[in-house]
């Protein structure tokens, strides 16, 4: 018999598929976390429900629900790209989930895409019910969609960066921890239901270079002020997607 007729050839599938297949497993996953959905889903309707109907925060002039709902959007992206997506990698790696990937035909950069995807698909369900909720409470969004696309795709683009490379060079505890602080501090102090000007002015404008900062504040300039596209804000999220995203390509570990 001739080399080559044998059926079938077992070789690694193409790269698309491979990746198409690891966003799929890892969207199933996250959405089977009940830890996962209160930190992705429920905290952030949670907020948006309560600061609109309480003034915790004295926001000025305005509807309440207009100030509110693009930070609560930016808050979501940073709960599933950054915390969630940090804990859950980082105890990946220690029970050795990753490693076993590691030995895969799937690429370091596939594994990172397919959880970017995953997390995206996630983000369409938050913002889905975010806007349902926000509607629900008088929002009155303006702004091109094509300008929150942005703004949300760098958003992302940025947290998953972040996130992976904590996950993936810190022991799976101090991810945890560390994760966890890093929300509250942003909830707080990165423009999400506190103004930014509510600050003092020495910290404004170190505070206006966060990933958080830039993304909510890109967002309420379109939705609520209905801005054209926010270059600068926009300019501040690829840089920290390059280099969040470079730098967990870099250095990430499986083990």
């Given at each position: 018999m001739s080399a080559g007729t044998f059926t079938p050839a077992p070789a690694a599938a193409p790269l698309w598929r491979m990746i198409g297949a690891q966003t799929a497993l890892e969207t199933r996953m996250l959405l089977r976390n009940g830890e996962q959905l209160l930190l992705t889903v429920v905290i952030p309707t949670l907020l948006l429900v309560l600061f609109s109907s309480v003034e915790v925060v004295e926001l000025g002039g305005g509807a309440r629900v207009d100030f509110?709902?693009?930070?609560?959007?930016?808050?979501?992206?940073?709960?599933?790209?950054?915390?969630?997506?940090?804990?859950?990698?980082?105890?990946?790696?220690?029970?050795?989930?990753?490693?076993?990937?590691?030995?895969?035909?799937?690429?370091?950069?596939?594994?990172?895409?397919?959880?970017?995807?995953?997390?995206?698909?996630?983000e369409a369900?938050?913002?889905?019910?975010?806007?349902?909720?926000?509607?629900?409470?008088?929002?009155?969004?303006?702004?091109?969609?094509?300008?929150?696309?942005?703004?949300?795709?760098?958003?992302?683009?940025?947290?998953?960066?972040?996130?992976?490379?904590l996950a993936g060079t810190v022991r799976a505890e101090a991810t945890l921890a560390a994760a966890n602080l890093v929300f509250i501090l942003l909830l707080v102090g990165g423009g999400v239901v506190v103004p930014l000007d509510r600050f003092p002015e020495a910290a404004q404008g170190a505070l206006g270079l966060l990933p958080i900062a830039a993304l909510s504040g890109g967002l309420r300039d379109v939705l609520q002020h209905g801005a054209a596209i926010p270059w600068g804000d926009l300019g501040v999220l690829g840089v920290w997607a390059v280099?969040?995203?470079?730098?967990?390509?870099?250095?990430f570990k499986w083990e």
């Open positions: 509110l709902t693009p930070g609560i959007l930016a808050l979501a992206v940073l709960s599933t790209a950054f915390t969630g997506q940090a804990i859950a990698t980082g105890f990946e790696r220690r029970y050795g989930v990753l490693k076993r990937l590691g030995v895969s035909p799937l690429p370091r950069w596939g594994l990172m895409a397919a959880k970017t995807g995953s997390v995206l698909a996630v369900l938050q913002a889905l019910l975010l806007t349902a909720v926000a509607l629900a409470l008088g929002w009155s969004p303006h702004g091109s969609p094509l300008a929150v696309a942005l703004l949300l795709l760098l958003g992302t683009a940025a947290f998953s960066g972040l996130g992976l490379l280099a969040g995203l470079g730098a967990a390509a870099a250095f």
